[in-house]
Every structure is written in structure tokens, then in C-alpha cells.
Nanobody
């Protein structure tokens, strides 16, 4: 399975960006997808995740109310709409796919496929 993330860029504080992550390759059914981010000098952290049906979404406290994760299974694509961006949101954003069932959505070690990352920079 290959994951291709896109949509990053430079935006002013208070602005918006929409990240996309398209899956291709081996067909994987009933997979959850998530977004993580890593800022310079910091550990990779959970941002948001969504279950297979899209009926369950999960967010880090730091992005609740500002970010929205969604998916289009027909296109094998997951999206992260980021509004009211803050300078502290600056990081490389990674999408990830989990091909098996787990109740943990925020643990990065539970994801078995990762995209290459896309840079998001928020200027003050």
C-alpha cells in the first residue's frame, strides 16, 4: 500500500489548508486512517483519525474544533481540513493507514503504512 499526501503549504495564522492522502496499491479493506505531525525537535504526535465507515472520528485536544477529518472510500482518500491555523500547527504532517482492527487510534505504532509527509507552515 502506498500513501501520497498533498496539500501542505505556507499560510498565515487564522488561515486554512486542506490536506489529502490517497491510498494505492494492494487493496486493503476496513482500514482506519490517521494524521500525525512532527515539528522540528519534537516527537511525532497524533492529530486525527477516522474509522473505516467514517462514523467515528478522533482528535487531539489541540486541534478539536479547528480540524476536521473525513474520507471518501470510493477514492481511497482521507482529508484533513484545517481551519483557524496557529503557528504551533507548523509541522510535517503524515498520513497513516491501519490495516487491522484496533481500538487505539492515537498510537502511531498501531499504523502499518505511512505517507511521505507534507510540510505545513503557519506564519504569525
Amino acid at each position: 500500500v502506498q500513501l501520497q499526501a498533498s496539500g501542505g503549504g505556507l499560510v498565515q495564522a487564522g488561515g486554512s489548508l486542506r490536506l489529502s492522502c490517497a491510498a494505492s496499491g494492494r487493496t486493503v479493506s476496513n482500514y482506519a486512517m490517521g494524521w500525525f505531525r512532527q515539528a522540528p525537535g519534537k516527537e511525532r504526535e497524533f492529530v486525527a483519525a477516522i474509522n473505516w465507515r467514517g462514523s467515528g472520528t478522533y482528535y487531539a485536544d489541540s486541534v478539536k474544533g479547528r480540524f476536521t477529518i473525513s474520507r471518501d472510500n470510493a477514492k481511497k482518500t482521507v482529508y484533513l481540513q484545517m481551519n483557524s491555523l496557529k503557528p504551533e500547527d507548523t509541522a510535517v504532517y503524515y498520513c497513516a493507514l491501519r490495516s487491522y482492527y484496533s481500538t487505539s487510534y492515537s498510537d502511531s505504532t498501531r499504523y502499518d503504512y505511512w505517507g511521505q509527509g507534507t510540510q505545513v507552515t503557519v506564519s504569525s
